[in-house]
């Protein structure tokens, strides 16, 4: 069975860094790319950053230079590495797999299927 969990949400102050986890089950990151993604209330998922199988990483102009996704292999788990957070990524947050044969760049969400149930990232002071 596919799961995502994602986990280490919090509040954190404007300024600060988070570090996010998203543990994955029942596939292997040797074979699928996994993306980074966040919402807000009556706004759509807009897609933060991915991962493939290969290291290569991307990321939406909003989060570049911010934050860094990376991987464990070992430990099926995927990072996302939040820097220099503002009130503007506030946001529930979710891991996602990408489908099979798609733009390797894309950061679309209906490029990516079974989520994670999200985290919350509340960036306040």
């Known amino acids: 069975q596919v799961t995502l969990v994602e986990s280490g949400g919090g509040l954190v102050q404007p300024g600060g860094s988070l570090r996010l986890a998203c543990e994955v089950h029942?596939?292997?990151?040797?074979?699928?790319?996994i993306g980074w993604f966040r919402q807000t209330p009556g706004k759509e998922r807009e897609g933060v950053g991915r991962?493939?199988?290969?290291?290569?990483?991307y990321y939406a102009d909003s989060v570049k230079g911010r934050f860094t996704v990376s991987k464990d292999d070992d430990k099926n788990t995927v990072y996302l590495q939040m820097n220099s957070l503002t009130p503007e990524d506030t946001a529930v947050y979710y891991c996602a797999r990408a489908r099979p044969g798609g733009f390797v760049w894309s950061l679309s969400a209906s490029d990516f299927a079974y989520w994670g149930q999200g985290t919350q990232v509340t960036v306040s002071s």
């Open positions: 991962i493939g199988t290969s290291d290569s990483t």
């Open positions: 029942g596939f292997s990151l040797d074979f699928y790319s």
